[in-house]
């Protein structure tokens, strides 16, 4: 027997349908809500559409350790920084590349009730967060 050292196993899909899925985990997924929201955000504070996108970043913050913060980013911006760029109905979607390992496979949505409206990041990869839904652990 032959000692194998530092050999990382990989996931290779064998099917089609097994390489889509991967992708969908980890992707991030935008809801239709969602997508037309950050158009609207993008076309309200007057920039291009094509351009400008949600920007997704995880910070540390909060009791647990970490909080999302979204504002508008250029996709310029993005693509000279090595940022990960999702689209949807050619609604834009930038993820920070340091942030990407800890959102990758999340829904983007955007929720809207009486008492507060905005956009929810649905992350599998939260094991805790605090009581006020602030903050997260991974």
Request: with cysteine.
């Amino acid at each position: 027997m032959s000692d194998c050292g530092d050999v990382k196993k990989v996931f290779v899909p064998s099917k089609k349908e097994d390489a889509k899925q991967l992708k969908a985990i980890s992707g991030i997924e935008i809801s239709d809500v969602a997508a037309e929201k950050i158009k609207f955000f993008v076309q309200s504070d007057k920039k291009n559409p094509n351009e400008y996108g949600l920007r997704v970043s995880v910070v540390k913050d909060g009791c647990s350790g970490n909080s999302y913060t979204m504002e508008l980013g250029c996709l310029a911006d993005a693509e000279e920084n090595g940022d990960k760029v999702f689209k949807k109905d050619d609604a834009i979607v930038i993820v920070d590349k340091l942030s990407y390992m800890f959102v990758m496979g999340s829904m983007l949505d955007y929720e809207q009730t009486l008492l507060a409206s905005g956009f929810q990041l649905v992350n599998p990869n939260v094991k805790r967060s605090c009581s006020c839904g602030s903050s997260f652990s991974v």
